[in-house]
């Protein structure tokens, strides 16, 4: 009987694959000890979508990012272009991905007056398409959401179907300047990452 028990609340740990849940109180009324089951992980894994972290914890965060980007144009042509950047949500939880900031480097030239900088992300689930990062000349301060990535499978919630690629999106940059000749702009681009709730 021992053996079975065992074996079922063994079981029951596996199929709840780690799922944050809360147990009723118990109350100690005449007696003087108390037992209480007390459950752990080493090594958790954040790629794994039943591991243990507590939902909202931001050691759920696993995105991969360019570290450099770049944009340009020509003095012929005022179109900004760039390359296309990936971004990657390896998570077990979906992520929303928001601009936090958009800051000039201190050794940045007088802008031209007709200079436009956009951000532009394309994805699944996009809440802005495109961003102004600056506009007539003048340094935008954004502080918007971008786009909420799948989890790494697929899903936005435990239950809805996986959507392939889900997790990924791509951003670039747009815009337009004139410039007669080079000028060379540094900029920090900060993002800020939210763990949805499975």
Known sequence: MKKLLSTLLISTAVLAG???????DQDVVAKTDA?????????????DPGSTIPEGDKDWINVTLPTDVIFYN????AAIKSPTYDLTNNSGR???????????GTSNPTLPADF??????????VTTASTKLVENGALNTPTNALITLANN???YTATDTA??????????????????????LNYTLSLKFDV???
């Open 94 to 104: 979906p992520v929303t991905v928001s601009v936090a900031s958009f800051k000039a």
């Open 163 to 184: 959507v392939a690629d889900a997790n990924k999106a791509t951003f670039g940059f747009s815009g337009t300047a004139t410039a007669a000749t080079a000028l060379k």
């Open 18 to 24: 780690g799922a944050q849940a809360v147990l009723a």
């Open 196 to 198: 949805v709730n499975f």
């Open 116 to 125: 436009a900088l956009n951000l532009d992300v394309t994805g699944n689930n």
């Open 35 to 47: 037992d209480i089951a007390v459950s752990g992980t080493l090594g958790a894994d954040n790629t």
């Open 74 to 77: 020509k003095a012929t042509d």
């Open 153 to 155: 499978l697929g899903h």
